[in-house]
Structures are given as C-alpha cells and as structure tokens.
C-alpha cells in the first residue's frame, strides 16, 4: 500500500519517502480482482486507462468466474456479469470505471511509474527502516542501505507502516492484532501450462478468470494470471506437501495429464484480523499492517488502497494547514470498521467455500449425476454468488458514525456485499452521474470539498464560511432534473475523497461549525495548521512497505 499512499500524497503535492526493503520485483502473481471504486481512484491519479491498457489479462478477456468438477469434466455454476477490462458490464450504470483483473506483474510496476512521476515523491528501494522514535514536532527514522550499508536518519511530520502483516512497526508500536489467525492451511502455484486455454475453450464454454473445482477435497482453483499459458493454483492442505505434488495437484484440477511447468510456489494462510488500533501518536498503520483476511473476494489490496486514500487526503489536509487534529483522529474510525466488515464478509465467504465438498456421483453420465450436478450448482449459487457480485462491498462502503461527517437524522441505507444502490446519506460515497459534458461528477471531486447544487439552492452562506476558514471548495451545479434526483438533496457537501460530508435542502443554520467538523477542527479542538516539522525539514510523510 506504501506506493498508493505515495501516489495520494505525491498528487496532492506533499512531499514523500517511500522506504522499501524489497527491490521493486513481484515475486509471486496474487491480488489480481481490482474494483470499481480502486479504479475511480486511478482515475483520479491519471493512470486507470494505462492499467486497462496494458493490462495482462487481454482487455477484452471475460471476467468469468466457473466451478466444475474439473476442468474437463462438468460445469456446475458460472458468474458471468459480461465484464472485460475495457467493459464494466452490470457495473455500467453505477461508476465511471468497472472492475478490473490485473495481474501484479503489470498493476506494480503500473503504480510505481505513476509514484516516480509526481515531483514530490521518493522511492528507496533495498532501504530498510531500522528504528523510529517521535516526539510531539514529529518522527525521526533511521534507514540503512541493504547494499552499501550506510544508514541515515530522515526527520519527517509523520510516518505511516505500509509494512505487511508481519509489520516491524506496528509490532514496535505494541499494537496487537484482533480475531482469528490462520483459520486454513493452504498451497498456492505459479505454472506455465500452454494447453490449458484451449481446453477451456473446448471443455467450459471459454475463457474464465477463475475456475473452481471439485475435483478433490483440496478444491483446487485456478486464476487466470497473463491470459495466456501462466497461472494460479491454491489448493487447501492439511498436511505438507512432497515433492511433486504441485504438478499433481494442477493435473487433478485439469482432470488431464497436461504439460505443466512451475515457476514458483509458496504456502499461505486465511486470517481474519484487525488491528487493534491504527494510530500511535505520528505513527499510523495502513494495508496488511492494518488488516489480514482471506483472498474470497479480493478485498485486501482493495481495502489497503482505501486506507492509503482516506489518510492521504487527511495528511495532506493538515500538512497545508487547513484541518485540525481531531482530521487524522478519525481515520481510525472510519477505516476500522470497513476492515472489520470485509476480513468477516471475506471469512464468510471462505466458510461458504469449505462446505461444498466432492461427490462421486457428480461425474455420472446419467440421471443421479444430473440431479446432484443440478443441486450443487443451485447451493453454489445461492451460497458463493455474492463473492463475485460483490457491488456493496465495491461501492456501497460508507463511514456511518464519522466524527467528521454530519448526520442528517434519516435512516442508514441496507448495506448489502452484493447489492448496491446509490445515495448521498453521509458518510456514503457520493452517485455517479455523467454530466453534459462527457464527464462524471466523480471527475471533479478530490482536490478539495465540493458543494454539489441542484434547483435553486443558495450555495453561499458555505462558500463564504469555506474562504472565512481557508478551505478548499467549490461548487458544482447539476442541471439535469435526473442527477439532481440522485443526489436526493439541493445541497450535497463532498469531501475530497469523494464521500459525502453534509447534505441538506437549504444551507445549515451556522455553516462555519459544519465546516469545521468536517475538516476536524471543532471549537473544542486547537485551530488547524499548527503542524511542526522537527529539525527544519520540508513536511515529510515517510511510508514503508514489504
């Protein structure tokens, strides 16, 4: 997450150390389900397109998603919701940007070309953070060179752990992680089998980004990783494996004795757990530091990318000296619970998987196989279908009790993982919409807030206290009778991570205390822009990753 919260903060001008042990290299394909609400993100930095783009699978390779009793022998359920890199599908109507399936081997790099082409980022790969301590004017770090050995110390206003689940910081920080470790055992593998697109081709009706088998009580499955001749296995173990069964284990999900070559394999383990705090002083945790959950669903580097999001805005907004403190102390309480929410959604949705288990008869070639194949494919759609229609989770996040959202006294919406419908309650992301324009109202939130107007509502009594406390604003009129219907109010104010703040049918009675909450500076807290930087160096966020 350390190069997207660089991205972040580096689009918003701060200035930013990337302090990386690794040499930039993606050891292992993993992470790949990419969502509509990163996408938007990417959008905004300018790079969604060139992700599509250059994107490995094809842009035009379907995201289908099939279980079967192997590859070669029947199908028992398909998800299908007519995606592609470059189509959104179903998700047409509800963002600008569909999801994406981007393998790690091009999404990386990807974001780190688009990190070291901001001014103010810096990137220290073979660089270790050997130890840290922080005062109340900020962090000082001390980093060694894992090539020449040279060690230095960097002075910065802040420092955020982007370091994985084994976090150096957070364990130094004594901040212990909440829930259930390694609930499964498992096996993953890299492989290069050059047969295995024509044979879903031939055997499973097309190409598949994953496909899931019953053919044994491992239930390999395998994920799409160039679209061409590599990809992924993961099998459930419960025992270690010997020597060549990797090759077996590919083979039995086939149902064929392939060619198969492995370029790599490592164990791995579902958790379900959070942080149990995401904050110390000037020391914040984000991504896998954060939060550790099973990979149904592609929630993790999702729900990393939203950390790196919601703490870059708020950062950046007191580094420049427009918010106050109480900004950064609510990125624990907005970020927290959204963890807890998708490490227990994507658990379930690991449980939901473990009880579909392998039966003889659905390999039978006559009316017993019919039926059991038919059963099973309507307990896997009833039981596995929301995983890979997952709008809610995607889009329908909101930050539901914010300290720095204002309520407005009406019911939350339902929060459903597979269902999604649009609404400006605070503390929801705000619709979508295209404008005249060709643009989507998304395209011009992000630099600061922005007062959405429809009808005849007076916008100035917010302008006004905006320029009286220095905030960034701007309005934004919407003259189609539609999106005004879908922003539900005449006055909508959004933040500039695109979630709404404030909504209302005419301007609030003292608009300067709504201003103020929403940018953590209340009267009972000090007055923004009172961040120090130790040392007399520029402000500096430092963020680590593995």
Request: charged fraction near 25%.
């Amino acid at each position: 997450m350390g190069l997207s919260l660089a991205i972040e903060l580096g689009w918003r001008g701060v200035p930013v150390t990337v302090i990386d042990q690794g040499d930039g290299r993606v050891p292992f394909p993993a992470g790949e389900a990419i969502f509509s609400r990163t996408m938007e993100h990417l959008r905004r930095w300018g790079c969604a397109e060139e992700a599509r783009a250059e994107s490995a699978p094809p842009t035009d390779y379907p995201h289908r998603t099939v279980f079967a009793t192997s590859v070669t022998g029947h199908v028992l359920a398909e998800f299908d919701y007519g995606v592609t890199n470059r189509s959104p599908g179903a998700y047409g109507p509800l963002t600008p940007e569909g999801p994406a399936f981007l393998s790690k081997f091009s999404f990386l790099p990807l974001l780190e070309r688009t990190a070291r082409g901001l001014p103010s980022v810096e990137i220290r790969f073979a660089t270790r953070l050997e130890t840290f301590e922080q005062d109340s004017d900020g962090v000082l770090a001390v980093e060694r060179d894992l090539e020449s050995g040279a060690s230095e110390t960097l002075a910065g206003a802040y420092l955020v752990a982007c370091d994985g689940g084994r976090s150096g910081v957070r364990r130094a920080l004594g901040v212990e992680f909440e829930g259930m470790f390694a609930q499964g055992q498992n096996f993953a593998v890299h492989f290069r089998a050059p047969q295995l697109s024509e044979l879903l081709r031939e055997r499973l009706g097309g190409p598949a980004v994953q496909i899931h088998t019953l053919s044994s009580p491992r239930r390999p499955y395998i994920t799409v990783v160039n679209g061409v001749d590599e990809w992924r296995l993961s099998v459930y173990l419960e025992q270690e494996p010997e020597p060549g069964d990797a090759v077996a284990w590919v083979q039995e999900a086939v149902g064929a004795p392939i060619d198969v070559e492995i370029l790599a394999a490592q164990p791995w383990s579902g958790h379900c757990v959070v942080a149990r705090s995401y904050r110390a002083g000037r020391v914040f945790l984000a991504g896998d530091s954060a939060h550790l959950l099973w990979p149904k669903g592609g929630f993790g580097a999702n729900t990393g990318i939203g950390d790196a999001v919601d703490l870059g805005w708020k950062l950046a907004a007191v580094l420049q000296g427009w918010a106050g403190p109480a900004l950064l102390d609510s990125y624990e309480s907005e970020r927290r619970p959204i963890a807890v929410r998708n490490v227990t959604e994507a658990s379930n949705n690991w449980r939901s998987d473990s009880r579909l288990a392998p039966d003889a008869a659905l390999g039978r070639a006559d009316a017993e196989g019919d039926r059991a194949r038919g059963e099973m494919g309507e307990t896997i759609r009833q039981s596995r279908g929301k995983e890979f229609r997952c709008t809610g989770i995607q889009l329908g996040y909101r930050y539901s009790r914010s300290p720095i959202c204002v309520p407005d006294g009406t019911p939350e919406p339902p929060d459903e993982p597979d269902d999604y419908v649009p609404s400006t309650w605070p503390g929801c992301r705000a619709p979508h919409v295209w404008l005249p324009d060709g643009s989507s109202v998304l395209d011009h939130f992000g630099r600061g807030f922005v007062l959405v107007v429809s009808g005849s509502a007076d916008p100035s009594a917010l302008v006004e206290a905006a320029h009286r406390r220095g905030v960034p604003l701007t309005v934004l009129r919407l003259a189609d009778p539609a999106a005004a219907r879908l922003y539900e109010r005449p006055l909508v104010l959004v933040r500039p991570d695109g979630h709404v703040g404030w909504r209302g049918k005419q301007a609030p009675a003292d608009p300067v205390a709504v201003l103020d909450r929403l940018r953590g500076a209340e009267a009972d807290n000090p007055a923004a822009g009172s961040v120090m930087v130790a040392r007399g160096v520029p402000a500096r966020v430092a963020t680590r990753q593995l």
